[in-house]
Nanobody, 125 residues
């Protein structure tokens, strides 16, 4: 699976951005997908994941109620709608794919085999 993330940019605190990740190369619908981020000087962390069916999602606590992950299997694309952004959300955001037979959101980073190149989100105060 090849993944291409886009949609990052500079936004003021309280603003919104929508990230997109397009996939190609394999049957997109057989993969759980996730968004991860890495802030300067910090380890990469899970942000949100979604099952191959789209029916199960998982969010890290810091983004619950502000971010929404979704997918459009027909378009081989996943999205991350980010609202009420804060400077603490500044990071490079990566999309990733994990093979998954079960229709669950995969929360273990080690299960993600394929990674996009990342898109930078900068939130100014």
């Amino acid at each position: 699976v090849q993944l291409q993330a886009s949609g990052g940019g500079l936004v003021q605190a309280g603003g919104s951005l929508r990230l997109s990740c397009s996939a190609s190369g394999h049957t997109f619908s057989r993969y759980a997908l996730g968004w991860f981020r890495q802030a300067p000087g910090k380890e990469r962390e899970l942000v949100a994941t979604i099952s191959w069916s789209g029916g199960s999602t998982y969010y890290t606590n810091s983004v619950k109620g502000r971010f929404t992950i979704s997918r459009a299997n027909a378009d081989n694309t996943i999205y991350l709608q980010m609202n009420s952004l804060t400077p603490e959300d500044t990071a490079v955001y990566y999309c990733a794919a994990a093979r998954s037979v079960l229709a669950i959101a995969v929360a273990e980073e080690w299960k993600y085999e394929y990674w996009g190149q990342g898109t930078l989100v900068t939130v100014s105060s």
